[in-house]
């Protein structure tokens, strides 16, 4: 257990959590919306430091992350827990598992722990995923500081609902981030997700102005999010307020924990959004939980040859330059865009 960062101290020994934007006020003995953070005596703890309940070696695309060092592999780690309650939600067994079971499960790592294990295993980036990193804060701060020093890269993968606060005092050691947008209608994300819309979409931009790298994931969902209308607003978004090079991830859904009675995204669904995103200008738009699909490939925005081409997630093939395409020196956007061959050393700070 460990004293948590970024809350207030109130009147009656209670605290202000401002983590994330539900700002939960906790009164003694009582824990936040996340489940995993406690007032103890007028103190704020987080309950997860330390506590991994998922540890794996993943392909950088899997996150997914299309234009961050692409063929890359990232160290993934995950603590119990989740700010959010989707009724899709395809890791709820350990997303939900402190609300439902009452249980904070997991095995004890230290942050020196996973950064020699990232090294030992070659990768080039620690992945906070899985479920939400902004609940186990403290943890991932602890661990992407030593990673920074170790020269790995940092990757969230998140809900957006965290506050300035927060993303300002990771943003040094934050590199890249995919954001899953999960729907463009307000009424979805409290319905649905138990949250509202307007924090996640503030969120993108923050992450934007900051310079950290990001990548927009949408799940498609039949009856929930699919509508024309709803897409095109998401997609618009994107554009105006982060730019045509923001990479667009389009996901089938299938049916998982409270959403068993709908059916699988029809292709037809995703290839629309694709056509969406396309139309209004996105550079860069993909479609994932699809398998031989060619809209995973990247192609270049201007002469529309081949880029990347991917196989499920890993990368076949890389034909960048330099940053470029070969064939009209067009500047693809990304980082480590054009990187073959990943190294790191297993020497750490």
């Known amino acids: 257990m460990k004293e948590a960062m970024l809350y207030e101290s109130l009147p009656k020994n209670r605290v202000r959590c401002n983590l994330c934007a539900h700002h939960c006020l906790i009164r003694e003995g009582k824990k936040g919306i996340c489940q995993v953070r406690e007032n103890r005596d007028g103190k704020l703890y987080t309950l997860v430091y330390g506590r991994t309940i998922s540890q794996n070696i993943d392909p950088i695309e899997k996150k997914p992350l299309f234009h961050f060092y692409p063929g890359s592999t990232a160290y993934s780690i995950a603590t119990p827990g989740c700010n959010f309650r989707c009724a899709w939600c395809q890791n709820w067994e350990i997303s939900q598992m402190p609300k439902e079971q009452h249980l904070i499960a997991g095995y004890e790592a230290t942050p020196e722990e996973i950064v020699a294990q990232a ?22 701060y602890d661990t992407a500081r030593l990673a920074h020093d170790a020269g790995l890269a940092n990757i969230f993968v998140t809900n957006g609902y965290m506050t300035e606060a927060m993303l300002q005092t990771f943003s040094p050691y934050l590199d890249a981030a995919n954001v899953d947008l999960k729907a463009f209608r307000d009424q979805t994300y409290r319905k649905y997700v138990g949250a509202r819309l307007q924090p996640v979409l503030d969120s993108l931009k923050a992450i934007k102005k900051l310079g950290i790298w990001l990548e927009v994931t949408t799940l498609v969902i039949p009856g929930l999010n699919d509508e024309s209308a709803e897409l095109q607003d998401a997609a618009q978004f994107i554009v105006q307020e982060l730019g045509t090079d923001t990479p667009w991830h389009i996901s089938r859904f299938f049916p998982d924990y409270q959403l068993m009675d709908l059916p699988p995204t029809p292709q037809k669904s995703l290839e629309r959004a694709w056509e969406i995103g396309k139309s209004v200008g996105l550079k860069y738009v993909y479609l994932g939980n699809i398998l031989g699909e060619e809209k995973q490939n990247t192609y270049c925005p201007k002469c529309g040859t081949l880029l990347i081409k991917r196989n499920i997630f890993g990368v076949v093939a890389n034909r ?28 750490g700070s």
């Open 119 to 140: 090294q030992a295993h070659g990768c080039h980036s620690i992945a906070y995923t899985y479920t939400e990193p902004t609940i186990f804060f403290e943890y991932a």
């Open 320 to 347: 960048i330059k330099e940053g470029c395409c070969p064939d009209c020196d067009y500047v693809i956007a990304g980082v480590g865009i054009d990187r073959k061959e990943i190294s790191v050393s297993s020497s």
